[in-house]
């Protein structure tokens, strides 16, 4: 792997650190990257199913997840894992992960990790071949093309770095802090940098100095490597052996901090858990030392090192080995963005035709295109593309349940608005406000409770059974008129075409087998309509590939009575302007038709 990342490298963001996220999406705008760095974000605790973030003056929207393994599966491209978890979650979120396979590189951002659990979890990760920054790190970028959260300060740092585009230098450190500082170093003295990691401070971390120059020493895009080590540890003594053994041809510029120990009288720890010497070996002097020997450029001191970078920049400019660098042109990120109060996800009409999901109206609405209304639902409902046996069902559906006579209280309270005078909507929503538990709801309530059942694994008798206990009838059984011997033809329909029609009906086949032990107790507890309806649509689903998941949500937000809404609209508009031309007077009830048991009022 010569490069860590791309222009096309998309990361999922292990905890909801929106303005970490936000400021990795302003740097993708701002380098013209075609799609967001952040696939995905993991929120455990989240109830949300997306964040909103700005892209450039427009938002995007996020999609949230509740683990790493569904947002994996959304987002199986997606193989950088931003590890933002604390120290106490950071270890399992990582070895979740590494045992899901597929991500490349897993960043750390948590110190504090146990060594026996850090040594381990590199450990893994070493041995499939996985790339670790960290723990404790701020990450890694390559400019031009992916950083990771805060690397790299705002936007303003960033450019006035170079970081908005590839240099020459690949960086390398332990320090997030000087990491910063050393970027606008080398923008200053030379023409930025290529690719850089912080590895981070942990005494244990993952990709160490080695590994990540011997990348860079693979990728074309860097011609010379700093190196920023520090007091404690013997990594860079890999760094010389790998220069002595030929593995690393490049130049190296290379300093470790903490000279200052050496006037302590006892042993001194900075800042990281790793910058303590406990040997005269890991002395910042004496590595600074073996690596001038290596042919490392080392330079006097650390206020030295700008003057070695430029020596070193230079050198390679002369020979031609580096070549200028054409500024690219950047996206400026607008002064004032305004959050915005609606989302649409399923039409858009700001260009010269609207869209529904992305279709235009013109291609999906006469006879010749050859969609239907279950194509257009399927798009505007689902977001979807449904096959034809599919939108054909749809629309059956919706013929089935389009009116069943003026008696009905949805279609009577329409016939008695219009006839006091109401205008077409007004009568049509007093009808539709009568659906709902009682009027349209059992097909809801079918879906749901035969779903349950044949989940679980219930017989008919456990089933009945349950339904018993939970003190409701089975919705979708029984009716008033229809019985075995005189069979509701609607429900005749239905199942006619999907036997014909459907892949397979697992959840019809077992409804019916509870139809036997109902209709052996009375000859009317048949499966109804509303019953077929309910359980043929989860039949639907489950062939067109939707998750168990999904098809529980559809059944919860009520898109079942949504059919059920669709079609009885239909008949309700009927029935109102049935009304309309008849002419019909005003509406009273006749008075042989209402019990009255009216006594005094009790005095109090």
């Known amino acids: 792997m010569a490069q860590l990342f791309t222009k096309d490298t998309q990361a999922i963001f292990w905890n909801n650190n929106t303005s970490a996220i936000q400021r990795m999406l302003d740097y993708d705008f701002v380098i013209g990257r075609k799609t967001p760095s952040v696939a995905a974000i993991v929120a455990p605790t989240g109830d949300s199913k997306f964040q909103k973030f700005f892209w450039g003056g427009d938002e995007i929207m996020v999609p949230l997840f509740k683990n790493t393994a569904e947002a994996k599966k959304a987002f199986p491209n997606a193989d950088v ?33 146990p060594e026996r659990l850090a040594r381990g979890m590199n450990a893994k990760a070493r041995n499939l071949g996985v790339t670790v920054i960290g723990p404790a790190t701020v990450g890694a970028i390559a400019p031009g093309a992916f950083k990771i959260a805060n690397i790299g300060g705002t936007i303003e740092n960033i450019i006035n770095s170079k970081l908005h585009r590839a240099g020459s230098c690949g960086l390398v450190t332990r320090s997030g802090g000087l990491f910063n500082e050393l970027s606008n170093i ?6 930025g940098i290529a690719e850089g990691v912080a590895i981070g401070g942990d005494r244990f971390v993952g990709s160490v100095f080695i590994d990540n120059l011997l990348r860079m020493q693979d990728n074309p895009e860097v011609k010379y490597m700093l190196l920023l080590g520090e007091v404690g540890g013997t990594e860079e003594y890999k760094v010389i052996d790998a220069i002595k053994e030929g593995k690393i041809t490049k130049p190296i510029i290379a300093w470790c901090i903490g000279t200052i120990a050496k006037h302590y009288s006892s042993g001194v720890q900075f800042g990281h858990a790793g910058a303590s010497a406990n040997a005269e070996r890991e002395t910042a002097d004496a590595k600074n030392k073996a690596m001038a020997e290596a042919g490392i450029f080392v ?40 959050s915005k109060n609606f989302i649409c ?13 992305g279709f235009p109206i013109s291609s999906v609405a006469t006879p010749d295109t050859g969609k239907g209304i279950g194509d257009v639902i399927s798009l505007l409902w689902f977001k979807k593309q449904y096959p034809k046996w599919a ?12 009116d069943h006579g003026p008696a009905v209280s949805g279609a009577h309270n329409a016939k008695v608005t219009a006839r006091a005078g109401k205008s077409v909507v007004e009568s049509l929503v007093t009808g539709l406000l009568t659906i709902g538990p009682r009027f349209g709801g059992a097909i809801d309530g079918a879906a749901e409770h035969f779903k349950y059942a044949h989940d679980n694994n219930l017989t008919p008798a456990e089933f009945l059974n349950h339904m018993k206990k939970l003190g409701i009838p089975i919705p979708g059984i029984g009716h008033r ?92 508009i009927g029935h109102v302007l049935d009304e309309k031309r008849l002419a019909m007077p005003m509406y009273r009830h006749p008075m ?9 009022a009790e005095e109090i």
């Open 81 to 113: 894992l931003l590890n933002f978890g604390s120290f106490r979650t950071a270890y399992d979120v990582t070895m979740e992960a590494l045992n899901l396979g597929g991500f490349k590189t897993i960043m750390i951002t948590a110190e504090g990790i």
């Open 186 to 191: 080398i923008a200053i003295n030379a023409d």
């Open 592 to 600: 042989d038709d209402i019990l009255y048991q009216v006594d005094m």
């Open 345 to 357: 996800t399923i039409s858009d009409d700001r260009g010269d035709e609207a869209t529904y999901a």
């Open 391 to 402: 939108t054909q069902f749809i629309e059956t559906v919706i013929k089935t349940v389009a």
């Open 481 to 572: 008129i229809k019985s075995l011997r005189n069979p509701d033809l609607r429900v005749v329909g239905l199942k006619k075409y999907a036997a014909e029609h459907f892949p397979s009906t697992p959840l019809l086949d077992y409804a019916l087998t509870v139809e036997q032990l109902t209709t052996s107790k009375k000859d009317n507890l048949i499966l109804n309509v509303d019953g077929t309806i309910g359980i043929l649509m989860v039949d639907m689903w489950r062939a067109l590939g939707y998750s168990e998941e999904e098809i529980n949500e559809f059944i919860s937000s009520g898109t079942l009575n949504a059919f059920f809404i669709a079609g009885r609209t239909i008949g309700f």
């Open 299 to 338: 330079p006097s001191s650390f206020n030295d090192l700008p003057n070695k970078i430029a020596e070193v920049y230079g050198k390679l400019k002369a020979e031609g080995v580096i070549s200028d660098i054409a500024e690219p042109v950047i996206n400026a990120i607008p002064a004032v963005r305004k």
